[in-house]
């Protein structure tokens, strides 16, 4: 059975659904009970992109019912997807003045349909300050994606959201004081920098690190030492953490932590790792990189022959009894295609032998492209 069958079947299928809740729909009306299944075709058109219909018949819904939250959040994702922006804004002002109830449930779709979670943050930011509170609650959520969406919602509210940002780093929650010292750091304003000074002795790795990468961002680089010593913990949020902080932010890293940490049981840690030993360019990074580009995982391998281009001169004879050797088509093409990129002539003779005796066509057009770089 081929893909494209199974596809057209399943959008026959989908197609189906809504055509029989829109029947179920009539009939349910009928005896007064029209509701809920409203709601549920307008769930199934969003989800089929079929927004003008969700739309039209979210906003007969909205008529009769214009208090109802749900029917809102929905109207106003079929806005959003179609980027009406006055009408949109009107719909968040219309679930800024029902209140905490309505900012409860947005989060609640946010938790449980990821799906809608973009159209949420976007309601949340227009309805700006009133969400403050719900949205720092929501940094103290069991799960991942909602804080994250918290963070982009009071990051993107701004300014209005510091004063209770500030508070919140004294909650008893870990992950609130964390995720507002995150936010405080992302907003630049000075003002945090005393609480935040306080939360360095914060118990909680995470909400230290936070801190650390915070005060950073907002000038205080006197704290490398804690954001570093992040890579060694047993928490692997806060080694992804510390690894993305030291790639972006910090100009002189530590080689040796690096390097302890390149074999670091995270693909995310890992490649953030490998991609700060690139920004080093320091040679003893050569070796370990010439396992990483080896590696099956197409992001660390990737990661680790832009590392290895970034370094350059001393990479070059590495690379080269690689690929002399080399049997993996994929690992062959990163190597290949970081010679090029160096651009040393050292490399020529063994690209010209790849290019004449491979025949593997990838690898063969690699080298020219190669040669073609280096000559």
């Known amino acids: 059975m081929s893909h494209a069958f199974v596809k057209e079947d399943y959008l026959m299928i989908k197609k189906a659904t ?6 179920s729909l009539m009939w349910t009306i009928g005896c007064g009970r029209g509701n809920v299944n409203d709601l549920e075709v307008a769930r199934q058109e969003l989800e089929e992109r079929a927004y003008t219909q969700a739309e039209i018949r979210l906003e007969k819904f909205t008529e009769k019912q214009p208090e109802n939250i749900e029917a809102l959040c929905l109207l106003a994702a079929a806005y959003n997807r ?8 009107a719909t968040a002002s219309k679930l800024r003045g029902i209140g905490k109830p309505a900012m409860d449930k947005i989060v609640d779709i946010i938790r449980n349909e990821r799906s809608m979670a973009e159209d949420m943050v976007k309601v949340l930011t227009l309805v ?3 969400a403050t509170d719900t949205m720092v609650s929501a940094l103290g959520d069991t799960a991942d994606h909602v804080r994250e969406n918290a963070v982009l919602v009071l990051t993107k509210i701004g300014t209005p959201t510091i004063g209770s940002l500030k508070k919140a780093l004294d909650s008893s929650n870990a992950f609130i004081r964390s995720g507002s010292a995150r936010i405080l750091g992302n907003m630049g304003d000075k003002t945090a920098i005393a609480p935040l000074v306080k939360t360095l002795k914060d118990t909680d790795p995470l909400v230290k690190l936070e801190s650390a990468i915070a005060l950073h961002k907002l000038g205080d680089e006197s704290h490398v030492d804690i954001i570093t010593e992040g890579l060694s913990s047993d928490l692997v949020s806060v080694r992804r953490a510390s690894a993305m902080a030291i ?14 940490a390149i074999k670091d049981s995270d693909i ?8 700060t030993l690139g920004k080093a360019k320091d040679a003893q990074a050569v070796s370990p990189l010439m396992e990483a580009i080896k590696s099956k995982d197409s992001d660390i391998r990737n990661a680790a022959g832009d590392a290895l281009k970034e370094i350059g001169e001393p990479a070059v004879m590495p690379l080269v009894d690689l690929i002399k050797q080399e049997k993996d088509i994929a690992t062959l093409q990163k190597a290949i295609q970081a010679l090029g990129d160096i651009g040393d002539k050292r490399a020529i003779e063994p690209l010209e032998k790849i290019y004449s005796e491979s025949n593997q066509s ?13 000559e």
């Open 128 to 130: 700006g300050d009133q």
């Open 362 to 374: 990838l690898v063969k057009q690699e080298a020219a492209v190669a040669l073609n770089k280096i």
């Open 247 to 260: 790639r972006d932010m910090v100009e002189k890293p530590s080689v040796k932590s690096l390097l302890k």
């Open 268 to 275: 995310q840690v890992r490649v953030a790792v490998i991609q």
């Open 82 to 89: 179609q980027d009406k922006t006055q009408k949109l804004e």
């Open 18 to 23: 809504i055509v029989l809740l829109s029947l």
